[in-house]
């Protein structure tokens, strides 16, 4: 409405006081650059609404993730043995059973199919080598060598791979995970398990295949005193006797061979 108004002054000065085109320009100019002409006038005339202020967004306060206290060395074990114990316990039955029916096949002559590829798997040609490959030793050792070799089941490649005995891979096409320490220049890769108590399995299919494992193998057969065979464990670490006087230790002190079972001839 405004805008109409000054548009009829304008044409009145330009028809009753005889203005020429230019003098009206300068008029009109002078006009606009009043309050009339400012952004404060067009928003009345348009009624345009100033911006609004963004409320400010809310801070994003980051919680704290807590971390999870380090078990003590006593709670460590009771997992360790919470977890393993009834594992290796069940292993060792099955092995056991399957020990005494290969006995019992070898000494009837009977099952000579199953024996004879008993025989293939472990690579041996004899009865009394399959017996000592078969004979699963006693539980005490097993669980002591896991809780070294693991470090009570918290070591990486437990974790990562369920390697709870240290067990080297040599094939490419196996599963496996690198080890973080290497020999010189030549890195280590651990076999990966698809759980514990196939890690269990493994060794002691192990023992009963690997050649440096022969005397131990041989003992076996003759004694389930776990004190007495670890000593022929020397093979299986760089340490060799401080090895297996750790492993008599570890037995002794964590009272492991509560957990044998005693065989009946």
């Known amino acids: 409405m405004r805008a109409i108004k000054y548009g009829a002054i304008l044409f009145v000065l330009l028809l009753f006081t005889g203005c020429d085109q230019q003098e009206v320009q300068i008029v009109e100019k002078k006009l606009f650059e009043s309050k009339v002409g400012t952004i404060e006038d067009q928003r009345l005339i348009t009624k345009i609404e100033p911006p609004k202020k963004e409320a400010p967004k809310p801070k994003v306060v980051e919680k704290k993730v807590k971390k999870k206290p380090n078990m003590t060395v006593s709670q460590k074990k009771k997992r360790f043995n919470d977890i393993l114990v009834p594992i290796v316990t069940e292993v060792y039955t099955h092995l056991q059973q399957q020990f005494e029916d290969a006995q019992k096949a070898i ?32 539980i005490s050792i097993t669980l002591a060598q896991g809780a070294i070799e693991s470090a009570w089941l918290t070591s990486r490649f437990t974790k990562l791979a369920n390697n709870i005995f240290g067990v080297w891979s040599f094939r490419s096409n196996e599963p496996r995970i690198e080890a973080s320490e290497t020999r010189g220049e030549k890195k280590i890769y651990l076999k990966k398990y698809k759980n514990l108590k196939a890690a269990v ?3 002691y299919k192990n023992i009963g295949k690997n050649w440096a494992y022969e005397e131990f193998r041989k003992q076996r057969l003759l004694t389930d005193d776990p004190y ?11 340490k060799r006797e401080v090895y297996t006087n750790t492993l008599k230790r570890m037995i002794e002190y964590n009272n492991f061979d509560r957990y044998d079972i005693k065989i009946t001839p």
Do not use: G, M, R
């Not at 690579?123 to 490959?133: G, I, N």
């Not at 007495?228 to 760089?238: C, I, N, W």
């Open 228 to 238: 007495a065979l670890v000593d022929h464990l020397k093979s299986y670490s760089e």
């Open 201 to 203: 399995y493994d060794y």
């Open 107 to 138: 000494q009837t002559n009977t099952n000579q199919e199953s024996i004879a590829t008993l025989k293939e798997f472990y690579e041996v040609e004899s009865d009394q080598e399959l017996l000592e490959a078969l004979k699963p030793h006693p």
